[in-house]
């Protein structure tokens, strides 16, 4: 769900009016399009990737569209720029053309130069490079990261991070996501959060639509999750 959430969020802060950026190192930019008009629509992703429209969410559908469009210039999907310094360069365009609050690298260990340098040197290199991008553009940068397979059964934590323990240092803040086994909703542990608290966070969450929900016993009816302040990495 790494992909899904960060997706998400940057949905979600684009939909706010902040200016969003996402480099998609494992999906095209279409299938990312796709997940979102899902989710603004409710539509299974499923049905909408076979290029059907049920009759029946038709109008929903359009009105998701052209949400989409009119993102246009706040929500930027790039899926040709693989390497840190492709990154760094279309980033660094992209702010000075009119700003960013918010950068997602989809995900970190793809991001990893493969230099001379072990996996676990690689991985280090990407995670502070992009750390040194925030401060520089101003903007917070969200990695999904993978985990070990140690963490296949148990409730994740900052060891588990796959290939470096430099991301726990670098990051700002580290949260973790415990899917649950019916895969209907997930713990988001916030297990690092150098200018807050750390806790843990139930979400609903409904894979086919790519939405996420704070359980309706945490809040007052259940509220769609926010997007964080800038400033982590």
Known sequence: ??????????LRAALAGYRVA????????????????????????????????????AEEYRAAVGQMRSLEHRLMIDDSSKTLDE????ATRM??????????VDYLQLAAPRTGENRVGQ???????????????????LAPSQLSRQADGVRP?????????AIE???????????????RWVNAIIAKNRNGTSETVSLDWDRSLMRYLEE??????????????????
């Open 123 to 141: 991985v280090t290199i990407a995670a502070e490079t992009l750390k040194e991008m925030a401060m520089r553009l101003n903007a917070a940068v």
């Open 87 to 90: 990154i760094h360069r279309a």
């Open 22 to 57: 996402i480099f998609s190192l494992e999906m095209l930019a279409t299938s990312v399009v796709k997940r979102m008009v899902s989710s603004l629509a409710e539509i299974d992703s499923l049905v909408l990737s076979r290029g059907c429209v049920p009759v029946a969410r």
């Open 1 to 10: 769900g790494k992909s899904s959430l960060s997706a998400f969020i940057a």
């Open 157 to 165: 934590q900052l060891c588990h991070l796959r290939e470096s323990g």
């Open 169 to 183: 240092h670098t990051a700002s803040l580290v949260l973790l996501l415990d899917v649950q086994q019916n895969r």
């Open 95 to 104: 702010s000075i053309e009119g700003g960013l609050d918010l950068i997602v």
């Open 216 to 233: 309706h016993h945490q809040g007052s009816g259940g509220s769609e999750m926010p997007w964080q302040n800038r400033g982590a990495a």
